[in-house]
């Protein structure tokens, strides 16, 4: 069955440091993963995919995300907060079948400091 | 721009009053989705359509129906809203093919309270 775990559920940063959301799946065969962003009271827009290409996945807002097999992780990066980062962050990794179930982490709420 | 849209954005209903939330697409997606989403939570998955074919969750209660008149517009209906149902539901479209399916874009979100 495929799953995801979402290592933290709050993270803070300042303003202009780099950002490091975790996320570790679970897949018995070769994922497709997603991070999506929920600012509050809106709706989810897609981060970035990754679909079996290239490893490391480049995505809106200069976030990023480097596949590691090895590790069973799908880590999202930024190398520089900005306030309106500020978001809840859900990593999720498509489900087997034929409905392209989501399976959803729990979610991380980045919270960035002046 | 081609996008999902989500009418009310925000909805107040009596307990026990149906209720109808509605989404429309310009992207011509041939699936469409409504997701349940309480806060802090997870968006958890209702139904959807491929086509016009439903598809039900094993686990979605009997007060949410829905339909999908045509390509752009499905509606998620609340028969008898419980004070459990508030919570924002979401409407996301994809492309599919038989064999693949597309990424999943999202709605806004309509917020029910219910009072």
């Known amino acids: 069955a495929q799953s995801v775990t979402q290592l933290d559920s709050h993270v803070s940063v300042s303003e202009g440091t780099p950002v490091l959301l975790r996320c570790n799946y679970s897949?018995?065969?070769?994922?497709?993963l997603f991070w999506y962003v929920q600012h509050p009271n809106k709706g989810l827009q897609l981060l970035l995919k990754?679909?079996?290409?290239?490893?490391l996945v480049k995505g809106i807002n200069g976030f990023e995300a480097e596949f590691k097999k090895s590790e069973t992780s799908f880590h999202l990066t930024k190398p520089s907060a900005h306030m309106s980062d500020a978001a809840e962050y859900f990593c999720?990794?498509?489900?087997?079948?034929?409905?392209?179930?989501?399976?959803f982490g729990t979610g991380t709420l980045l919270a960035v400091q002046p | 721009d081609a996008m999902v849209i989500q009418n009310p954005r925000y909805q107040v209903t009596q307990f026990g009053k149906p209720v109808t939330l509605s989404c429309s697409q310009t992207?011509?997606?041939?699936?469409m989705y409504w997701y349940q989403q309480k806060s802090s939570q997870a968006p958890k998955l209702l139904f959807h359509?491929?086509?016009?074919?439903?598809?039900n969750e094993a686990d979605t209660p009997d007060n949410f129906q829905s339909r999908r008149p045509n390509t752009s517009f499905c509606f998620l209906d609340i028969r008898s809203p419980g004070l459990g149902d508030a919570a924002m539901y979401l409407c996301?479209?994809?492309?599919?093919?038989?064999?693949?399916?597309?990424?999943?874009?999202f709605g806004p979100g309509t917020r029910l309270t219910v009072t």
């Open positions: 996301a479209t994809s492309r599919a093919t038989p064999s693949y399916y597309y990424e999943q874009y």
């Open positions: 897949s018995s065969y070769s994922p497709s």
């Open positions: 990754y679909t079996s290409a290239a490893t």
């Open positions: 999720v990794v498509r489900g087997g079948g034929a409905t392209n179930k989501l399976i």
């Open positions: 992207l011509n997606h041939n699936v």
């Open positions: 359509y491929y086509d016009k074919d439903f598809n």
